[in-house]
């Protein structure tokens, strides 16, 4: 059987009610468009999900990554779903569409994307996870922790086939460079990077052993794309697992912790990341706090056997209610950092027009 691509391509395309979810309706739009999709054999199989107010297309098919004909579906899925949201009059309908023409690929165009080649395993499970709320920066932590802390990860001790570690390439989103690290040889040298979640992001962790593809996530952040603030980024991520790979409870243990992140409201304050299941992902109060689920999948030659809400479990409870005790910490703030973004991750919010305004009356003091 030829290589299996898995494709996870998000974008806002209108909100219900605010920004705290999505429409049926949209959903069911895009469920029928991809089965078309799939009838015609462009995809081999499709899952519609959503995030807040996040529709998120998660397909599998043979044309490899940053393939044209898939890119050109989901652009067309959410254009199609954006027109409905319009007539609707849903919040922010197609906030995540930059552009009017299609140019044979999402990337820099609003959507977020995360996508990975592989050769099916005997078993091959894996999780995506979808985050509302935050930036991309927001994988950062859970990625360390899943491929490369032995607190979290008990298989980089005691599983000779992990034991060797993992490379992680980290993305500098200003400057559109890469470097890539092995780990964990250089821990110390990448965390001085990826503790600046927002600058520096986690975009791709292969096993060292034999390159074998781990973890992708979406680095697409919409305030560079669009040279103001339109909506944070909301990205999606790909975990695989298992034979070699971080077992299903080492990945989720990732986010056993709701550490602080980047987004909440009005993409401009820090918020713990709060795992929830599918009902649960409405962010509500004060838009927030961030959230991420966890979609579970079983691909067997190409087609998704799933998904499973893998938040669903009480195992996660004390993590939400931690994460509630940090919400009403952060919101007693109020405008103050550290519950509000520092001054240089709010150059594309209002922050400059204030700025400019106030220039002259800023004097020189002797």
């Not at 007539?87 to 990975?116: C, R, W």
């Not at 339109?230 to 990945?251: T, Y």
Request: glycine residues 8%.
């Amino acid at each position: 059987m030829p290589k299996i691509t898995l494709s996870v391509i998000k974008a806002d395309v209108g909100g219900w009610v605010g920004h705290s979810s999505s429409h049926p309706d949209i959903l069911e739009l895009a469920k029928n468009d991809l089965a078309k999709a799939k009838s015609s054999g462009l995809l081999i199989d499709f899952c519609v999900l959503r995030c807040g107010d996040d529709l998120e297309l998660i397909m599998t098919h043979t044309r490899g990554e940053n393939s044209p004909d898939i890119h050109g579906l989901a652009w067309d899925t959410f254009k199609d779903a954006t027109d409905l949201a319009k007539k609707m009059k849903l919040y922010g309908a197609g906030q995540d569409i930059l552009s009017d023409t299609f140019s044979g690929n999402v990337k820099g165009m609003g959507p977020g994307v995360a996508e990975m080649e592989f050769e099916e395993r005997k078993s091959e499970p894996v999780i995506v996870f979808m985050a509302d709320k935050t930036s991309p920066g927001a994988w950062n932590l859970a990625l360390y922790k899943i491929f490369a802390d032995p607190f979290n990860t008990a298989g980089l001790v005691i599983d000779p086939s992990m034991h060797d570690g993992f490379k992680f390439e980290v993305l500098d989103v200003k400057k559109q460079e890469a470097i890539i690290f092995t780990i964990p040889e250089e821990i110390y040298d990448m965390l001085v990077f990826t503790g600046a979640r927002e600058r520096y992001l986690t975009r791709r962790v292969w096993r060292k052993s034999d390159n074998e593809i781990a973890a992708v996530s979406s680095t697409q952040k919409l305030a560079l794309i669009a040279g103001k603030y339109v909506g944070k980024d909301d990205p999606v991520l790909i975990v695989r697992m298992q034979s070699g790979f971080p077992a299903v409870g080492e990945v989720l243990e990732g986010f056993a912790f709701p550490y602080l992140v980047a987004g909440w409201m009005r993409g401009s304050h820090n918020g713990p990341l709060m795992p929830v299941s599918f009902k649960d992902a409405n962010p509500t109060r004060f838009d927030g706090p961030p959230r991420v689920i966890a979609a579970g999948f079983q691909i067997t030659n190409g087609h998704l056997i799933g998904p499973r809400d893998m938040f669903d479990d009480p195992s996660f409870d004390y993590t939400r209610k931690v994460a509630e005790e940090i919400t009403d910490y952060m919101r007693r703030h109020g405008p103050f950092e550290p519950h509000r973004l520092p001054l240089e991750d709010m150059e594309y919010t209002t922050l400059p027009g204030v700025s400019k305004k106030l220039k002259e009356r800023f004097k020189k003091v002797k």
